[in-house]
């Protein structure tokens, strides 16, 4: 789940207190590219009861293709992980300054740094913060709008993101104790590379994920059991900011979180 520390709407609080309403007895906070909102929901979580896991959702690229890759019980306070985590933060700011920058050059001429940050609350900017900008200045009239006039790829005023590799991120998460699973594979769709992120140290794979078929689960249930991967699973809820769903709409049985927990225990997960 994420909160407004990446590209969700609600404080780490109100998370967990919607994933206790909607009976759920554990849950992991993935912000993208941060772990900020971790330790306010797990104290939170002592009041309502429930279980948080400390979790991350690391950006990486392949050949131009966005590929996540999470990070469930990583050692937040880990130096080695908090000082790329500080870099991954000075990398985002600087690619939204550079792309208010290129939007400038195209007249558009009244965002602001620090209005956009202050606005997010967050760490982890991203292109979504830029838009919910454009939107509120009136430049575009939805984020549809805004990606496909302003910052989508294909735009003058788009800037890469910074470049992390699929196996840095899983080499990075297994640093810091954590096991590495690969978000959305569904969504991603680059499972022929999903052997070499084994080679690398992969864990898991997200195998239920929310609007998925049947037939498309059942497919990456037999990745998994072929490459010896935990299967991991989730609702992906961003609150209001991914209206199509929401805390609770998968849900696993608990047994996955065990073997996840287990397997970040052993020894050949560290590197």
């Given amino acids: 789940m994420h909160t407004f520390y990446s590209d969700g709407s609600d404080a780490p609080e109100s998370v967990v207190e919607e994933a206790c309403h909607a009976g759920l007895s554990v849950i992991a906070i993935t912000d993208h590219d941060t772990m900020a909102g971790v330790k306010a929901a797990q104290e939170a979580a002592v ?4 279980e948080v896991v400390p979790g991350i959702e690391l950006s990486t690229e392949v050949a131009k ?4 890759i999470l990070g469930y019980f990583v050692d937040q306070n880990n130096p080695a ?7 991954f933060r000075s990398a985002r700011f600087a690619r939204i300054a550079s792309m208010i920058e290129n939007l400038k050059k195209q007249g558009v001429n009244n965002l602001s740094f620090e209005e956009i940050k202050t606005e997010a609350n967050s760490d982890a900017l991203g292109r979504p913060h830029l838009a919910a900008a454009l939107i509120k200045k009136g430049w575009a009239a939805n984020y549809w709008e805004a990606f496909d006039k302003f910052i989508g790829e294909q735009c003058e005023a788009y800037v ?4 992390q590799s699929p196996k840095e991120a899983i080499a990075l998460i297994r640093q810091a104790g954590g096991v590495a699973v690969m978000a959305h594979p569904m969504v991603t769709n680059r499972d022929e590379l999903i052997p070499s992120f ?25 990745l998994a059991r072929k490459y010896k991967l935990t299967m991991t699973g989730g609702s992906d809820a961003h609150g209001k900011n991914k209206t199509n769903t929401w805390i609770g709409k998968r ?4 047994e996955y979180v065990e073997q996840l927990r287990a397997r970040a225990k052993r020894p050949e997960n560290f590197v």
């Fill in 47 to 50: 009041k309502w009861g429930i």
């Fill in 65 to 68: 293709k966005d590929i996540h």
């Fill in 81 to 87: 992980f908090a000082k790329k985590l500080e870099e």
């Fill in 160 to 163: 890469p993101k910074y470049n």
């Fill in 198 to 222: 084994v080679e690398a140290g992969l864990g898991g794979i997200e195998v239920y994920y929310p609007n998925c078929p049947d037939a498309v689960i059942n497919f990456y249930e037999g």
């Fill in 251 to 254: 849900r696993i049985p608990c």
